[in-house]
């Protein structure tokens, strides 16, 4: 069965850097969109970065220039590198697998159980 696994996820200071790992398998990897989504206390879910089967990447505005997405199609894995990390980042931060273009949420879309980054000196 479809499986997404995080990983990756600390307690950093602000400033700092994280790299969260998705470890997926029980699909055709190479066909999917992957995005990571992130859900802070008391918030909804939102959108933060999508990576195309053909490795086109899209973030949004809040994180760009801090965040990078990739995807190693051997390993079966997306990963998500976070530098210059602030508070307004701590959340749990979810990967997900769509056949849309990957710059949404899309709540029917499967996603793993998450891993939670809090950033707090």
């Known amino acids: 069965q479809v499986q997404l696994v995080e990983s990756g996820g600390d307690l950093v200071q602000p400033g700092g850097s994280l790299r969260l790992s998705c470890a997926a398998s029980g699909f055709e990897f190479t066909t999917y969109s992957m995005s990571w989504l992130r859900q802070a206390p008391g918030k909804g879910l939102e959108w933060v970065s999508g990576?195309?089967?053909?490795?086109?990447?899209f973030y949004t505005n809040s994180v760009k220039g801090r965040f990078t997405i990739s995807r190693d199609n051997a390993k079966t894995t997306v990963y998500l590198q976070m530098n210059n990390l602030q508070a307004d980042d701590t959340a749990v931060y979810y990967c997900?697998?769509?056949?849309?273009?990957?710059?949404?949420?899309?709540?029917?879309?499967?996603r793993g159980q998450g891993t939670q980054v809090t950033v707090s000196s």
């Open positions: 997900s697998k769509t056949s849309r273009w990957p710059t949404r949420v899309y709540t029917d879309d499967y």
């Open positions: 990576i195309t089967s053909g490795a086109n990447t």
